[in-house]
Nanobody
């Protein structure tokens, strides 16, 4: 099982960026995917969750309305489209996979995920 996040970079406040999480070694349609981020000196924070059950997605309070998660089964890839970026969005972003369905009260907990990719750095700065 492998996940690889990519697409990070430097973007100005108010800008947009799309992260990709490319997966291999497992059937994506049987796994639930979470996006997390970790800023220096802070704990890892759940950003969004995309369920293998179509249409169930969760977002953190700080990202809802600005971030959108989606998946492309043909490419075995999950995307995190980020818009209206703020300096406080600066962090290393990770994707993670779980075969278990998670819920509105648990998707944001890192211990709910079995597999993690390496992170990609997003810097929002002018």
């Amino acid at each position: 099982v492998q996940l690889q996040a990519s697409g990070g970079g430097l973007v100005q406040p108010g800008g947009s960026l799309r992260l990709s999480c490319t997966t291999s070694g497992f059937p994506l349609n049987r796994y639930n995917i979470g996006w997390f981020r970790q800023a220096p000196g802070k704990e890892r924070e759940g950003v969004s969750y995309d369920s293998r059950v179509n249409g169930i997605r969760y977002y953190s309070n700080s990202t809802e309305g600005r971030f959108t998660v989606s998946r492309d089964y043909a490419k075995n890839t999950i995307y995190l489209q980020m818009s209206s970026l703020k300096p406080e969005d600066t962090a290393v972003y990770y994707c993670a996979a779980s075969p278990n369905l998670l819920f509105s009260y648990s998707w944001h907990l890192p211990q709910g995920y079995d597999y993690w990719g390496q992170g990609t750095l997003v810097t929002v700065s002018s």
